[in-house]
């Protein structure tokens, strides 16, 4: 028993009635994302800010960038202790299985060649972001390890939107400078991600329990 309640806390697990809905919204919002940033990385025209770490990373070491998207995330996960952030199961899933997704669709997706099939995956990749971020988030089974970094530190008083800034151009110039993949698709994913994440979000929201009386 005490084994459960341990679990629990660590990982704010939901009531067992509650998990299995969660979990069927978690796991396919999380192998969007994944083929989502995969074909981006296959159009050529820019990455969002954490994944041009991600990629710069992977050009200077050799390992595949969906091993990098694990090792930065597991990396970013503990920097929450301090910050006495917890996780949810649909943190641990998050940061593991986005990048073994990104790695199987890159394994097999072809390279695109003219520049409106370019497009077409970039932009294909855009949405699957948006949608596979509504259903995870939406899941309600905690964030991912970058996201809760971001609104850890903000818990301490700062402002989130000068967090997530200063973080994400933190990545983005690191990622740059090690040879990730900054383009005019860089520009177009900060400014788009947000909205449609939030359109997504609000159609795919699992509400909380009523608790009972």
């Known amino acids: 028993m005490w084994r459960s309640v341990a679990l629990a806390v660590v990982l704010q697990l939901p009531d067992r009635a509650d998990l299995g809905r969660r979990l069927l919204q978690l796991f396919p919002g999380l192998a969007a994302c994944g083929v989502g940033l995969a074909l981006m990385v296959r159009a050529r025209l820019g990455l969002g800010p954490w994944d041009v770490l991600h990629q710069g990373l992977s050009t200077r070491t050799g390992l595949p960038i969906g091993i990098l998207v694990i090792l930065v995330g597991l990396v970013v996960l503990l920097g929450w202790f301090p910050l006495r952030q917890r996780p949810g199961i649909g943190t641990v899933c998050n940061a593991l299985l986005i990048g073994l997704v990104i790695d ?8 695109p060649g003219g520049l409106a099939i370019r497009w077409a995956f970039f932009f294909s990749g855009l949405a699957l972001m948006g949608l596979g971020s509504g259903l995870y988030i939406g899941a309600g089974l905690g964030p991912g ?40 698709g860089t520009l177009i994913f900060a400014f788009a991600i947000g ?11 699992i509400p909380a329990p009523i608790p009972a009386e």
């Open 104 to 111: 199987a669709v890159l394994a097999v997706a072809p390279e």
């Open 145 to 184: 390890p970058r996201d809760g970094l971001m609104t850890g530190l903000a818990a301490r008083g700062y402002s989130l939107r000068l967090v997530r800034t200063l973080i994400e151009l933190s990545a983005v110039a690191a990622g740059w400078a090690l040879g990730g993949n900054v383009g005019v």
């Open 195 to 205: 909205p449609l994440v939030q359109a997504f979000l609000g159609r795919m929201t």
